[in-house]
């Protein structure tokens, strides 16, 4: 193997397939390599950059990773992380593969990892700037580009669990690289959560009432729920860890700096709520 393959990507390569043709990979010196010569850079920060062509979203910016990146470290969101952790175990208990869909920095899967020795992750998401860090971000942690509204660069049943973690779904391609005794785990925010800020911060993203029926809607042909759990706490907020909160999420993309950074008001604690359910494919 080329010395520059990242460690964590080679377990990986029997599950990866080429985004062009389909065939498999293999590692070429700085790069996968496919049969038919299509060939896909391994980034020097050790993520594989598979997506190409025009790009729906270029995920986040280096603002939003680095506020995410601090967030995250505060521990905020541990209650998040570890109702997932617990929920990935019990849906594998033996060794297997995870793929989180919008990885990210990589810190929910990473958690994920920590709890399991015998497993091997993937993430996947579309911004490079978040690569970077999902890809340092466990030893068994691999990460790749890619676009969750396109077919995956992965094998027909190939993974044990999907993570979906207040990320876009592509309901179709879950389904297509689960094992049949699969599951996916999807967590998303619901009414309640970050009220405090967003009533703050009318600019901020609202949460739509109807996300939840919809979100059904798209998974019930492929997916049934095998049991959901609501976390919900409040915990306290300095004032840039409020910033940052919202410097991650997508409402950043409405707002600037300044915009956060010059709020005379800001909450000192906030309701974090979200909802997160086990699907079995039919």
């Known amino acids: 193997m080329p010395a520059l393959l990242p460690p964590a990507l080679e377990p990986l390569l029997d599950l990866l397939r080429c985004p062009v ?23 020097r920060q050790g993520y594989v950059s598979l997506l190409t062509g025009i790009r729906a979203t270029s995920g986040d910016d280096a603002a939003m990773v680095q506020a995410r990146n601090r967030f995250l ?23 297997g593969t995870v793929v989180d ?39 068994r942690a691999a990460a790749a580009s890619w676009d969750v509204f396109r077919p995956f660069p992965l094998a027909d049943q190939g993974v044990d669990v999907v993570l979906d973690v207040f990320a876009p779904r592509n309901p179709s391609e879950f389904h297509r690289v689960l094992r049949p005794t699969g599951r996916l785990i999807v967590v998303r925010p619901i009414e309640r959560h970050l ?9 901020m993203v609202t949460i739509d009432p109807d996300k939840e029926q919809r979100l ?26 409020a910033i940052d909160l919202v410097g991650m ?28 359910t086990s699907y079995q494919p039919r």
């Open 21 to 43: 043709c389909r065939a498999h990979l293999r590692p070429d010196r700085v790069s996968l390599r496919c049969p038919e010569g299509h060939t896909f850079d391994i980034a």
């Open 249 to 276: 999420t997508p409402s950043a993309r409405h707002l600037t700096h300044a915009d956060l950074s010059g709020h005379g008001s800001l909450p000192s604690q906030v309701t974090v709520s979200v909802l997160a």
């Open 73 to 95: 470290s505060t521990g905020r969101y541990a209650p998040v992380h570890q109702t997932l952790t617990r929920m990935t175990a019990d849906a594998l208990p033996g060794q």
């Open 195 to 203: 009220a405090e800020l967003r009533g703050q911060i009318p600019a």
């Open 101 to 139: 869909i919008g990885c990210g920095t990589g810190y929910y899967l990473a958690g994920v990892l920590d709890q399991l020795p015998a497993t091997r992750g993937l993430g996947l998401d579309t911004s490079a700037r978040a690569l970077r860090s999902a890809a340092r971000a466990h030893p």
């Open 216 to 241: 059904q809607q798209a998974l019930a042909p492929y997916f049934q729920a095998a049991g959901t759990q609501h976390v919900e706490y409040t915990t306290p907020l300095t004032r840039q860890e």
